[in-house]
């Protein structure tokens, strides 16, 4: 599920920003951009995020809200570098911006070890669970807006299945006359026992009885709410009652025999592929 997380903090006299941005994944999938003086305290950054966030492909940025640079040139190297390149540029006759080729190199940044105190590391780590924290409302919000669609769609397919039961008595009419009609043309009504004409029919639309497939389906869109209101990450589960509604629906189609709950199950096909796009965002 994608997220968004922004904190402007103070840490050890100078102005930070923790950005972090997620997006859906069944993994913890974690990227850090953040400043040298951040590194030693990598390990705490990946133990919050997971603790909090537990899965997503997540972004992780933390620059200086600073004016000042955030390390001090070694003035001796970048000269050094400096005289290099400009002595290839003449030699070979290129052309090119000496200075933004020279602070690309390595040890022109004097990087100095940090060492940081346990309140450091204590400030530091309360303001990034903040940032967390926003990232957790941004989900949520999310979160009750996939749960809104869920339920009206959910909706929609109860509703037309409801639709079903006033063409299952003219469905059956219709088999039985359409059967009689058949042995008419054949010439073979008068030939026919009556008795045995019925328990054949019977024993036919046995075959196309969809009262099962019904009970299913509604135990199923069931279990999809109940599901999704009561656990948490719940996006896989919610994957597999999505296809097994899609089997119901199809096995409706297949014995329907009928234009009406043909056109209806194809409606309901239309509510159940809105339902497995939006569960492609919180898998």
Do not use: C
Request: no cysteine.
């Amino acid at each position: 599920m994608t997220g968004f997380g922004k904190h402007t903090f103070q840490w050890r006299g100078k102005r930070y920003v923790a950005e972090i941005k997620t997006l859906n994944s069944r993994q913890l999938d974690l990227t850090l951009r953040i400043p040298a003086e951040f590194r030693p305290l990598e390990p705490n950054i990946r133990k919050l995020t997971a603790d909090y966030l537990l899965r997503g492909k997540v972004d992780i940025t933390i620059h200086s809200d600073s004016q000042e640079a955030q390390l001090p040139i070694n003035e001796e190297v970048l000269m050094l570098y400096l005289e290099y390149f400009k002595k290839l540029s003449h030699q070979f006759g290129f052309q090119t911006d000496l200075l933004q080729a020279a602070i690309r190199m390595p040890d022109v940044f004097a990087q100095t070890p940090v060492e940081h105190s346990e309140e450091d590391i204590f400030s530091f780590e309360k303001d990034f669970t903040i940032a967390l924290e926003y990232v957790i409302k941004h989900r949520q919000a999310e979160g009750s807006a996939h749960t809104k669609e869920f339920e009206k769609e959910i909706s929609a397919i109860r509703f037309l299945l409801a639709q079903i039961e006033p063409f299952e008595k003219e469905r059956i009419d219709r088999i039985r006359e359409r059967l009689k009609n058949s042995l008419i043309a054949l010439g073979e009504e008068t030939l026919v026992d009556q008795n045995r004409f019925e328990q054949e029919l019977i024993y036919y639309l046995e075959k196309l009885d969809i009262t099962e497939e019904k009970v299913r389906l509604t135990n199923h869109l069931d279990y999809f709410i109940e599901t999704m209101s009561n656990e948490e990450y719940a996006g896989r589960k919610l994957n597999f009652i999505a296809q097994e509604i899609g089997r119901e629906i199809n096995t409706l189609g297949s014995k329907a025999n009928h234009a009406g709950i043909q056109k209806i199950v194809v409606q309901m096909k239309d509510e159940l592929e809105k339902i497995k796009e939006q569960i492609l965002n919180i898998l």
